[in-house]
C-alpha cells in the first residue's frame, strides 16, 4: 500500500490510499474533479439531497464542525438512482457526472 496525497487533501487533513495501482490516475483525478465540481454547488442545491437515515444526504455547515461538508448518495450501484441524483444537482444535465 501507498499512501499519496493529491491536490487539495493534504489542506484539508486527507489522504488516498493506492492498492497496487488498481485505478490509473486519469481516473482519479476525474473523479476527484466531478466530486469538486459537486461540492462547489450552491448550498440550496446540495440541501436538496436528503435523505431520511441521519448523515445520508447532505451534511455541512454545522457550527460545531465548519468545515465540514459531506454528500451521501443512495443506491450507488443502481444507475438509475445515480441518474435521479444528478438530475437533482444538475436539471440542466451533467452526464459526465
Given at each position: 500500500?501507498?499512501?499519496e496525497?493529491?491536490?487539495?487533501?493534504?489542506?484539508?487533513?486527507?489522504?488516498?490510499?493506492?492498492?497496487?495501482?488498481?485505478?490509473?490516475s486519469?481516473f482519479?483525478?476525474?473523479?476527484?474533479?466531478?466530486l469538486?465540481?459537486?461540492?462547489d454547488?450552491?448550498?440550496?442545491?446540495?440541501?436538496?439531497?436528503?435523505?431520511?437515515?441521519p448523515?445520508?444526504?447532505?451534511?455541512?455547515?454545522?457550527?460545531?464542525?465548519?468545515?465540514?461538508?459531506?454528500?451521501?448518495?443512495?443506491?450507488?450501484?443502481?444507475?438509475?438512482?445515480?441518474?435521479k441524483?444528478?438530475?437533482?444537482?444538475?436539471?440542466?444535465?451533467?452526464?459526465?457526472?
Amino acid at each position: 500500500m501507498v499512501l499519496e496525497t493529491a491536490p487539495k487533501l493534504p489542506e484539508y487533513g486527507s489522504f488516498v490510499a493506492v492498492y497496487d495501482k488498481l485505478l490509473a490516475s486519469d481516473f482519479c483525478k476525474k473523479v476527484f474533479d466531478a466530486l469538486e465540481e459537486l461540492f462547489d454547488l450552491p448550498q440550496e442545491t446540495k440541501m436538496k439531497n436528503v435523505n431520511p437515515k441521519p448523515a445520508h444526504g447532505y451534511m455541512g455547515k454545522i457550527s460545531v464542525l465548519p468545515l465540514h461538508e459531506g454528500m451521501g448518495i443512495a443506491y450507488t450501484t443502481n444507475l438509475e438512482e445515480c441518474e435521479k441524483f444528478t438530475e437533482l444537482m444538475w436539471p440542466q444535465g451533467n452526464h459526465q457526472f
